[in-house]
């Protein structure tokens, strides 16, 4: 009986090889994006979910009075916190951004390296989190000046010797120091959002000698926030109540009432939040995650209905089968079987259609999304059991309404030709077609709005020129008692450049992060509470207004004299627009008259700066203080806009004349703010994508309905022909019914496609308007692609010999 059910399936696949192309075809497509985005979707629901403790780890977090959170936490919270509360297993401190510096071999005159993904750690950094060791033993890292390396920066600066006992020299804002090579460990993995190709023992910043003079970097201090803190937490602590008990512990030892709250997140949630609703700081996006979901369920979906709606149309041509067959005593049983083993199939055949796309397109997909991803990824979560089953699902659902339509027709109907009268399938294949076109255009309409918002985000004026300014990082080896002359002296050669227009030099950098963020700022008018606010502090040179073009809106900008003063000595700052608001001033001229205070000192404001994008458009403005001082941690350059690599190569050879042992590390302004809407620009290739891709299902599936339509009606097209029907006549006449399907899937999707893009944009600070063309061109073009696949069957039909037409019936 099976054999017989197969060749039967077999037969009628080869009877009908436009149908079957067709439903193969796109169910395979269907599925394979399906699989595709299932392993995106896998993997970022991964992260972090490998550590052996992680139920019951947990990341602290500082929240200020207006709900913005940040990672970093003074250091000596963690042991505090150890010593007074016994519902703490274990504690892991990290600080990456102020371990970042120049890194070479001790002794040998190989290139040294700027090295930023690098990190101090804790001496039990390798036993708290699961990162394996190949070489080493994790308790080394409990020792001053021991440094493990990832596998692949033990092979970059040792080759193939053995690393083990080598030593490494770290420069960075704490002098230059030797570090020994106690472990090696393999390179951690893309699922974790704890990534570092060296780590550096903590313990080393222990000793105050250490520090060369930054004490704010004392492991115990309570005062500057730079360290990122994990606890583990015993079994059956809950988390949000002993969030509590920590805050209590930061207002009884704190000097300053900031109204900071400690806040603990899961480890499994640092990367994706728990909902939606959830206001953690995360490291991914789970709206996008779950946006990416949808679309692959909906691609699916298109590829099924486009299934169901072949079927169905293809229902009236084996009508006669099933009546035969139920007169000579076929049960419905027999058929629901017979059909339903025809479906599963195509299901099977497309599956297997579907793995050689997937394998096929797996390298442009990783190259979309920049990361490498495989069939491995999606057995790193319970994903792939969900994704599984929904193609089970999916596959006897639409197979088994098949079945069952055909199996229930009524053999004296069928056999007398009465079935064809009945038009409860006609009006389901219109319901699906417009469901797949509506489905169509909310992607089309998201891709534009997407791509628009990209656009307005790097065409939008920033407040600043960012054009052909480079940005040289500072020097980190050589920082002696020559070094100030030395820097003054390549400074003054900078400007003899007939290529170079203006430099500056700056602690911070526009389309990077700020010196720091701190509260405490007042002025007479302030109002309780004004001194929790916080701030962002910017340290700059004299020149980094008149280089970057930022614009004064009142008062006058730092002199030479007051950049060269120590930090303490200092009385004089200027502010931004949005600072100057924040502070409660009516305008910049009142500010300008008016000290403010920050803690105990009083400060002059001298100038106020008009507001500018410092971080990209994605943020609202912060807030910012501008503090004078001739900090090198970086050189802005601007020059001239022709001839880059060789004004780049010239500007190499000058910086390692003066700054020889420093590797010269560049980046241009302009590439540097396109990078902060990198994630963007992913999603919206992403998006292209499986537009076109859905579209293209779905013009199959109206391809193989228009084949049917001109088919079935290929005896009235032969009529009118003779009684003097023109070619545009039948054309319109076939392509009206699927236009008219189309015109009500844009009036249902646009409503759709208005509110989701619309939630999408409430994330941007500077964020386009949705425009009606928008809606319009996405309908115009959904009308284009469908009168383009129905007009090939239509101009076949309506060039066929009438005669050839009428014979055929």
Not at 324 to 342: D, I, P
């Amino acid at each position: 009986m099976l054999q017989n059910y197969l060749k039967i399936a077999f037969r009628n696949l080869l009877r009908n090889k436009v149908y079957s192309f067709i439903n193969i075809t796109g169910l395979a497509m269907g599925i394979a994006a399906f699989l595709l985005i299932l392993q995106y979707v896998s993997h970022e629901k991964s992260f972090n979910q490998f550590h052996a403790n992680a139920p019951s780890m947990y990341r602290l977090l500082n929240e200020d009075v207006k709900g913005g959170m940040w990672s970093e936490v003074e250091p000596g919270w963690a042991t505090r916190a150890k010593q007074r509360f016994p519902e703490i297993k274990d504690y892991c401190r990290f600080a990456d951004g102020m371990a970042q510096g120049i890194v070479r071999r001790e002794g040998a005159k190989t290139e040294a390296f700027r090295e930023t993904n690098i990190s101090y750690a804790e001496g039990n950094f390798f036993s708290f989190f699961n990162f394996p060791l190949t070489a080493g033993s994790p308790k080394a890292l409990e020792k001053s000046n021991v440094v493990f390396l990832s596998a692949s920066y033990a092979q970059k600066y040792f080759g193939t010797e053995n690393p083990l006992g080598k030593v490494l020299m770290l420069s960075n804002q704490f002098d230059t120091n030797p570090f020994t090579v106690e472990g090696v460990y393999a390179d951690m993995p893309t699922n974790s959002d704890i990534r570092y190709d060296m780590v550096f023992s903590l313990e080393t910043l222990r000793n105050p000698a250490n520090l060369h003079g930054n004490d704010w970097a004392n492991l115990e201090n309570l005062d500057n926030q730079y360290i990122n803190t994990f606890f583990q937490l015993n079994n059956n602590v809950l988390s949000s109540a002993f969030e509590k008990k920590l805050t209590a512990l930061r207002n009884e030892l704190s000097k300053e009432n900031d109204g900071v709250k400690f806040r603990l997140v899961p480890l499994k949630n640092v990367h994706l939040a728990a909902s939606l609703s959830d206001t953690y700081l995360t490291q991914g996006n789970l709206k996008y995650v779950y946006m990416l979901g949808g679309i692959a369920f909906l691609i699916l979906v298109i590829g099924w209905f486009n299934y169901v709606n072949l079927s169905t149309a293809q229902s009236l041509k084996r009508a006669n089968e099933v009546g035969v067959r139920k007169v000579v005593g076929a049960t419905q049983s027999h058929l629901v079987r017979q059909f339903l083993g025809e479906s599963l199939l195509v299901n099977l055949l497309s599956f297997g259609l579907a793995l050689l796309i997937v394998v096929l397109l797996q390298p442009f997909f990783n190259e979309l999304i920049g990361t490498p991803l495989s069939f491995a990824s999606l057995g790193a979560t319970s994903v792939w059991a969900w994704g599984l089953g929904i193609l089970l699902f999916g596959s006897l659902l639409s197979g088994g309404y098949t079945a069952f339509l055909l199996s229930s027709y009524n053999p004296i109907k069928t056999l007398k030709g009465q079935l064809a009268k009945t038009s409860g399938g006609g009006l389901l294949r219109k319901s699906l077609v417009v469901f797949q076109f509506a489905i169509s255009v909310c992607l089309v309409v998201t891709t534009l709005v997407i791509y628009r918002q990209l656009h307005h985000m790097q065409t939008q004026s920033l407040g600043l020129n960012p054009q052909q300014l480079l940005v040289v990082r500072g020097p980190e080896v050589g920082k002696d008692a020559t070094y100030k002359v030395r820097q003054t002296t390549f400074q003054n050669e900078l400007m003899q450049q007939t290529f170079v227009k203006d430099y500056a030099t700056s602690g911070a950098v526009p389309s990077g992060w700020y010196n720091f963020a701190t509260a405490g700022f007042t002025q007479p008018k302030s109002k309780p509470g004004d001194e929790l606010i916080s701030y962002s502090f910017a340290i700059i040179g004299d020149r980094f207004l008149k280089t970057y073009q930022i614009d004064l809106k009142a008062g006058r900008n730092f002199t030479p004299a007051e950049c060269d003063v120590d930090w303490n000595q200092n009385s004089k700052v200027l502010l931004n627009e949005r600072a100057v608001e924040l502070l409660g001033f009516a305008n910049a001229e009142e500010a300008l008259r008016t000290k403010i205070k920050w803690d105990e000192r009083y400060l002059d404001v001298i100038g106020v700066v008009k507001n500018y994008h410092h971080t990209g458009l994605k943020r609202t403005i912060d807030p910012i203080i501008f503090y004078p001082q001739n900090n090198s941690t970086y050189f802005t350059i601007r020059l001239t806009a022709d001839r880059m690599p060789e004004k780049i190569a010239a500007l190499d050879k000058l910086y390692k004349t003066y700054f020889p042992g420093n590797p010269f590390d560049y980046s241009f302004v302009d590439d540097n703010y396109n990078k902060l809407y990198v994630s963007e620009q992913q999603y919206s290739r992403m998006f292209t994508t499986a537009s076109l891709w859905a579209i293209f299902i779905a013009c199959l599936g109206l391809f193989g309905l228009a084949t049917f339509t001109v088919e079935s009606r290929t005896k009235e097209i032969g009529i009118r022909k003779v009684l003097g029907a023109s070619v545009l006549g039948i054309m319109a006449l076939l392509s009206k019914d699927f236009l008219k399907l189309v015109l009500i899937a844009i009036l249902i999707a646009s409503p759709i496609a208005w509110y989701l893009t619309e939630q999408w944009l409430k994330d941007f600070a500077s964020r386009i308007a949705l425009s009606w063309w928008l809606f319009a061109v996405a309908g115009l073009l959904a009308i284009v692609i469908a009168l383009l696949t129905v007009g090939f069957q239509a101009v076949k039909a309506a060039l066929m010999n009438p005669v050839k037409s009428l014979k055929t019936e």
